[in-house]
């Protein structure tokens, strides 16, 4: 799981040096004696210290709101992921809390199929999501020629909510215009025609990351060389 800020309040305890002390409770008083509730604790010179989850990596946290589950700037798309999970859960719908645990699980897999567990980045999330998407995509196509429909669309609705966990994918118009420009690119370095296939995808790649599947890029730049 990813770690959670941890707000303490309150009570008094003393801990540290100089005569800090740390909140856990309903209220409490700092050093000087003065009453104090709020986040993490208060030392004598007044600076406030903050408790994080799990060793102190709250940096990489994503921390809910109090009240309104608005998530701060520095939340992850896993912490996001894991709250609209809760949420679902809450409000019964199966839909979403169906795709979103089994999201997460294929997240939790990855974490730990190396030699030791890690916490994945943002944009490895994402490409997981990605994969989740396209799989509904073609278990809805399997199903549409099987005729099973009502599987088919089953499989579309989970395949677009995990679609508005990524970034808008490119328009054929816009995927077009990008690669346009890196055949060009590529063409000024003396690459061109099919063997410049390599030179194009690595020129255009970055441009799409996130995008465009590699599949679609790769059709397009196959398309525009041989044009």
Not at 3 to 9: D, H, L, M, S
Request: proline share 2%.
């Amino acid at each position: 799981m990813v770690p959670i800020v941890a707000e303490w309040r309150g009570v008094g305890t003393p801990g540290g040096t100089g005569g800090a002390r740390t909140g856990v409770g309903a209220g409490g008083a700092d050093a000087g004696g003065r009453r104090c509730v709020g986040v993490g604790a208060r030392q004598a010179g007044g600076a406030r210290q903050r408790s994080w989850a799990r060793g102190g990596r709250g940096e990489k946290a994503r921390r809910l709101s109090v009240g309104g589950g608005i998530l701060d700037g520095m939340t992850t798309l896993k912490s996001k992921l894991q709250h609209d999970l809760t949420e679902a859960i809450k409000a019964r719908d199966e839909l979403r809390s169906s795709t979103l645990r089994l999201t997460l699980t294929a997240i939790q897999k990855e974490e730990v199929a190396g030699t030791e567990a890690r916490e994945l980045s943002d944009g490895e999330v994402e490409k997981i999501i990605a994969r989740e998407a396209k799989k509904r995509r073609e278990a809805a196509e399997a199903f549409d020629q099987g005729g099973r429909s009502e599987s088919a669309a089953r499989e579309r609705a989970e395949g677009e909510l995990l679609a508005d966990y990524l970034p808008r994918q490119l328009t054929d118009e816009e995927l077009e215009s990008l690669v346009a420009a890196a055949v060009a690119e590529a063409k000024g370095s003396g690459a061109e025609g099919p063997k410049a296939m390599g030179a194009v995808m690595k020129i255009v790649n970055p441009k799409v990351a996130g995008r465009a599947e590699g599949g679609r890029v790769a059709g397009m730049v196959k398309k525009l060389l041989a044009g």
